[in-house]
């Protein structure tokens, strides 16, 4: 595995150069408008990359793109699209892309998702800002062989999203005027979406989102050693808790309308980590 990672990372470097950014940033389902607002210097579709999973989900697009901020120019990576646990890609698939990112020397990882609201005040079309999660997969990333080139056996979970980043993610917002929420994404493996039970199941155990992915990026993110910041967009109120059936299709649909607000929080965010680097 070690190798393969190698031979990706080798790309990369050789397609990009050899000064890979620091900064990465992962986009979730439907949030892939906000490339159109930064510079876009280079492109790789996944199946272009030496053993990098590719998504089989539609409008998952698959690409890692160098890009660059409009004001400042300094670069980032963004990973536009990601595999999923539910799409039958063992963990060690899922979490390719972010080992790759470690071998590239990437210190700081800034994950995003669509996510059902389990908080029954939070809305289709909110932001919030992750500050913890519950990994719900039954799995770990980490399970089997320890890499020690990218870190130790047993890691740290203690601080999984930076509190200096949560902290500059809600100063961001609170600069742009968009409004926030705060809390803990719990991770399930789908693809079906939660029953009612589950969802005041997981409200019971402290999560307020619930989605299909992120917990084993981040892990292993952690285990790198990298610095995460994660942000969930709400699509939609969890199971049970609107009279409307969940679908794939509305998920979508209010990925859409939000698109604006979250390409405007992101830039912040992006201009804020650049201008440290
Ligand atoms: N549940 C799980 N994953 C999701 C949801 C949901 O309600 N909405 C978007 N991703």
Known sequence: MIEKLQAAAAFVKQQFGEDVPKLALILGSGLGSFPATVDIVAELPYSSIPNHPVSTVVGHEGKLLLAADKKSGKRFLIMQGRVHFYEGYSMSEVVFPVRMFALL????????NAAGGVNPS???GELMVIEDHLNMMGTNPLIGVNFQELGTRFP???IPYSKRLIDMIRSVAMKSDISLRSGVYAGMTGPSFETPSEIKMLGILGASAVGMSTVPEVIVANHAGMEVGGVSFISNKGSGLSDNPLSHEEVGLAAKEVEPLFAHLMNGIVTVLLEED
């Open 156 to 158: 740290d979970m203690s």
């Open 122 to 124: 939070f809305e289709a």
């Open 105 to 112: 020397g990437v210190k700081t990882l800034i994950v995003t």
